[in-house]
């Protein structure tokens, strides 16, 4: 499917525009197109007490219920109740490994649809267009799915086996990009747009309501040169909208540890560094290690790569192995094998050195002499058949510096000093979303309004049952999806529930209109951004 190049349109006041068109923004769109859940007749949920709700006013579509009265009680993997209820309307007792079919039915009943506007720079399906390679994704095939559209039906029509239930990341990118086609919502996604300015703009004197200005850029093909090739442009957009929606994920800037020296050229903070360097013959077993810095999924996936090559890995992370916060902890073991071996690893194979004498352990810590490290096989907790030759990991250790001669200065909590040679490092800790639109990067609207948005430790705080941001400029303009700390397709649909939901009571509220106005607010003019 080629990219969608919706043009703005201008002169119009939207009810609703999504910033970003990831699996989020794409779910989003397909609740506001007027797909709409109802219970299914004679359907049935495995809870019975969400059963015995479900089934007092089986007449209403979930829209229009009171989704908090649904949503207590009930108990998931995910913190957010509006993701625990959707998850366990769409995919029954999952988490235990059950296909129970959903109790819902999607009905098109366009008298509901919500006119939107959803911006992405690339095609629809968001940052999964740049995770190639040949990694399983970390979730159940059925888990990355959107309402209306099997994956597991799509992918066997593209191969013929479905290996481990699972998915390649090119392969859910390209589901994302067909289910946007296959449900006809391409009519409501403008792509190779660049958003730089969300601002609340005050009412007109006309009397027209106070809504929010999106400025920003969009990317069209020019004129075709004499060779066939087409010369892109970047022309201006700017427009007004009741409603806004921040769906941009949290992928775009990789975190960084602060470390001295983390800007040399051995110092990666991507795993796809790693795989170029695996393709280019880099690393290999007579390999100096590969130290990963990190105990989320993405450093997993690096410790099993290198693994595959049998080059040492050295793996650095701040947690206890035991803490209930790491990711690895939460997974269950049976449907998660290779994570669970990671965790194995990291927990068997731990580098333990010999306490040294006082005086020599206040000197290291003074001058950040070198110590030898001992060889994995030495180090180990456990010399059962299930270790992991050329494994060591440092629980509790952070990176202190990287050496220009591929030393890197490990520290534990209690202060005590480690140098590592290695042949590459990969600090895999995360990443911080691109607000740059907002103001001061939208660190006003975290739970910590003193330090920068992340996905787990400083989400955007938004209303548990709306999804409304709390801290917002004004009405309107909500958050979802790993912006409020979801970072699994199979959570972050809760929040479009909620956005939809909220959107369907206010359209109610306006005599069940929620249409586009023109030329109100000043109406919207293509023109500089900020203008």
Known sequence: MDHHNKEIPPGEILPVVVIGNGPSGICLSYLLSGYTPYLSPGASHPNPLLHSKLREQPHLSLLEQDLEYLCEGLEGRSSNPMAVLFDSLLLPDSDFGLDHTSPLEWRYEPERAVPHLVLGKGPPGGAWHAMEGSMLTLSLANWMELPGLKLKDWMREKRRNVRNDRA???????????????????????????????????????????????????????????????????????????????????????????????????VCHSFWELEAAISRGELDQSSDPVLVVGAGLTAAD?????????????????????????????????????????????????YRPDPPPREHARNLRANSSPSALPSPSASTSSSCPSSYPGYLSFPRY??????????????????????????????????????????????????????????????????????????????????????????????????????????????????????????????????VPGS
């Open 302 to 350: 690096a410790v099993l790569a290198a693994h595959h090559l049998n080059t040492p890995v050295y793996h650095a992370f701040r947690r206890s192995v035991s803490d209930p916060g790491l990711i690895f902890n939460q997974l269950p073991k049976l449907l998660y094998p290779e994570y669970h071996k990671v965790h194995q690893m990291m927990t068997q194979q731990q």
């Open 398 to 527: 952070r990176v202190a510096a990287f050496r220009p001669d591929r030393k890197c200065v490990l520290e534990s909590d209690l202060g005590q000093r480690t140098v590592v040679q290695i042949s590459k490092a990969l600090v895999l800790i995360g990443a911080h979303p691109n607000l740059s639109f907002l103001g001061d990067n939208g660190r006003s609207l975290g739970v910590n309004p003193e330090e920068p948005i992340t996905c787990r430790r400083n989400p955007v705080e938004v209303h548990p049952f709306t999804n409304r941001v709390v801290a917002a400029d004004g009405p309107g303009l909500y958050a979802m999806g790993p912006l409020v700390g979801e970072n699994f397709v199979r959570f972050l649909k809760g929040g479009a529930l909620a956005i939809a939901s909220d959107l369907a009571k206010t359209q109610r509220g306006r005599g069940g209109v929620l249409a586009t106005d023109r030329g109100a607010g000043g109406g919207a003019e293509v023109g």
């Open 168 to 266: 390649t990341p090119a392969e859910i990118a390209s589901y994302y990009q067909h289910y946007v086609s296959q449900m006809s919502l391409e009519q409501n996604f403008a792509c190779g747009t660049t958003v730089t300015s969300v601002t609340r703009q005050p009412g007109g004197q006309e009397g027209s309501p106070p809504c929010w200005r999106v400025t920003g850029l969009q990317r069209r093909e020019g004129e075709e040169l004499g060779d066939g090739c087409a010369v892109s442009e970047e022309a201006p957009f700017s427009f007004y909208a009741h409603n806004v929606v921040l769906a941009t994920g949290t992928h775009d800037i990789p975190a960084r540890l602060g470390a001295e020296g983390e800007s040399l050229p051995y």
